[in-house]
């Protein structure tokens, strides 16, 4: 252990008023739509600023009123479908692609990897995406939350990363026994890579998560409408038909508030609770494949 100079101490000091400055900053929006959710909707729908505590009495009825709600309901299960497949396709995709790339006989190996940045840069835009979605047939159907944006270049460059700084002379020697590439990959190179792994399909899975915009445009059918669509339209486009499946119509504006914030809570307490078990991947993983090779 070294003593730490007077720059340092002030720097960490200045550091962690920051952090913890961050840390409300971050906590305070979700305390706020939490406490709303467990309120009165009498007194929620009166009120205007910050909401600290629950107004009222502490109530659970904005989460029975959504999911009492078959649209919701829906659009929850919807979402479940679309980031298990698509996460699961993409992490799948995504192994394969970095494996390809991190092996140094490769035929083409610049050309691949400089075809496949440039998408990072340049891509065809929206209308011509929307084309191709449209000719392949996929408009108003589930796979086209899942096909188009299975995979991300950012992604493969990371766990191309990791996989390349697995020694080479493993692979070499599994080869020297008759081991085939596939047998490498699933028993060599990705039980040394757990932790790039799960922080793939952390991103994964938060992407798909939160995904709205390409649902608004490739789905017309309401039955296909992922969750953060239906709380787009309760929250930002204040559907009233949306509300009115959980609450009887001569209540809506007294509800409208209650099943925002309770809409919102069902919405990102999944996450809230699956990252506590991935986030020790998190750092080592990022780190692994952020680290030239």
Known sequence: MTKRTTGELVFAFFNTIGMIGLIFVFLIPIWHVAMGSISNPGLLSAHTG???QPLGEATLGGYRLVFAN?????????TLIYVVGATSLGVGLTILAAYCLSRPRLYFKSLIAFMITFTMIFSGG???????VRDLGLLDTRWALIIPNAMSVFLILIMR???AQVPESLSEAALMDGAGHFRILFQIILPVS?????VVGLFYGIQHWNAWFHASIYLRDRGLFPLQLALREIVIMNQDAMIIGAAEAADVEMYRFLIQYATIMVAIIPMMMIYPFVQKYFVKGVMIGSIKG
């Open 161 to 163: 990363t990791s996989f």
């Open 194 to 198: 757990k932790a790039i792994v799960a």
């Open 50 to 52: 910050l909401i600290l």
């Open 126 to 132: 929206l209308i011509p995406t929307f084309m191709v």
């Open 70 to 78: 078959d649209a919701i309901i829906t659009a929850y299960m919807n």
